[in-house]
């Protein structure tokens, strides 16, 4: 195996992929008709598609952990672009992060190992 793309349900495709341009994906694919599109940013890729949301109304249990170069620019850059995010913080397991949820209420922490931490997230 040589990748994996992690596939985010959603309601509304435009409305999603509004969200991560403003996180600072782009579109490198995009089907409306089926509902679908596949966003990159560097090397990381993720895809959006409407048509595996069968029930619209469930909580969503997805987690995107995304590894920007620089943590501090790219949480200024999501509030510079409109996106209400949290402050950053330090957690227990060395990683300074911020959490937030797409408008389809898929999870993403967005963090960097904090300076002097050497213990990595959960899952990682």
């Given amino acids: 195996m040589s990748r994996i793309i992690p596939m985010q349900p959603v ?22 008709d089926w509902g679908w599109a596949k966003l990159r940013w ?3 890729r993720v895809m959006l598609d409407q048509s595996i949301n069968v029930n619209p109304d469930a909580p969503r249990g997805a987690v ?8 501090v620019a790219f949480h200024r850059q999501a509030r510079d672009n409109g996106l209400d995010v949290p402050d ?10 911020f959490r937030i949820d797409d408008p389809d209420g898929n999870r993403l922490w967005i963090g960097q190992q904090a300076t002097g ?8």
Wanted: hydrophobic content about 35%.
């Fill in 42 to 44: 560097g090397e990381c």
């Fill in 11 to 32: 309601r509304h495709l435009p409305r999603a992929i509004l969200f991560y341009e403003k996180l600072g994906f782009t579109v490198e694919d995009r089907r409306d």
């Fill in 88 to 97: 950053l913080e330090d957690t227990f397991y060395g990683m300074r992060e």
């Fill in 64 to 71: 995107l952990y995304l590894y920007p170069d620089d943590l």
């Fill in 117 to 124: 931490q050497s213990v990595a997230p959960p899952g990682a």
